[in-house]
């Protein structure tokens, strides 16, 4: 791909920062279809509630796992509700705050967790074979600063 003079001009799409992260996600959504292919009872929702509450050592809540993954909370709590019935996951009352039930991974989902977390290791050792470790922590940083600043200045704009 051809670089630009002016490093700020996105008027051609393929030089637009959105253009590669969505090009990049669409990537990531491609190999993590396989990784799930390996889990049929259980889709993207349920994967990514069961890697938040497998991952945290005390119990969470819907709300939690909601804010860490951006997403719907409605949606999050179709995902619980699937894998407490599967037994993945386990709903105990939260007894400083009755509104709000929390989360934990029963031992067969802490094992599905554990292979999940393999997967995605394995998958950003691919993603990232071409980059230095000093290229890795700048590109974290860079796209922290990046999510911050899309939160500050897009979100409510």
């Known amino acids: 791909m051809k670089r630009i003079a ?24 491609r190999y993590s279809s396989k990784i799930v292919q390996a889990y049929p ?6 994967l990514f509630t069961l890697n938040v509450i497998g991952e945290n050592k005390k119990e969470v809540s819907i709300k939690y796992i909601a804010s860490v993954h951006w997403a719907d ?14 037994s993945l996951v386990n709903k105990t009352t939260n007894n400083e705050d009755l509104r709000y039930t929390l989360l934990q991974a029963t031992k067969e989902g802490k094992k599905i967790h554990k292979e999940l977390l393999k997967k995605q290791t394995d998958r950003n050792k691919k993603l990232l074979k071409d980059f230095s470790n000093e ?8 796209l922290d600063k990046l999510l911050i600043s899309s939160q500050k200045y897009l979100i409510f704009n």
């Open 135 to 142: 290229e890795i922590s700048l590109m974290q940083q860079l």
């Open 73 to 86: 909370q409605a949606e999050i709590s179709r995902g619980v509700q699937k894998l407490i019935k599967l």
């Open 41 to 46: 009872s259980l889709g993207i929702p349920e």
């Open 6 to 29: 002016n490093i700020r001009d996105f008027k051609y799409f393929q030089n637009s920062i959105g253009f590669k992260i969505n090009k990049l996600s669409k990537e990531l959504k």
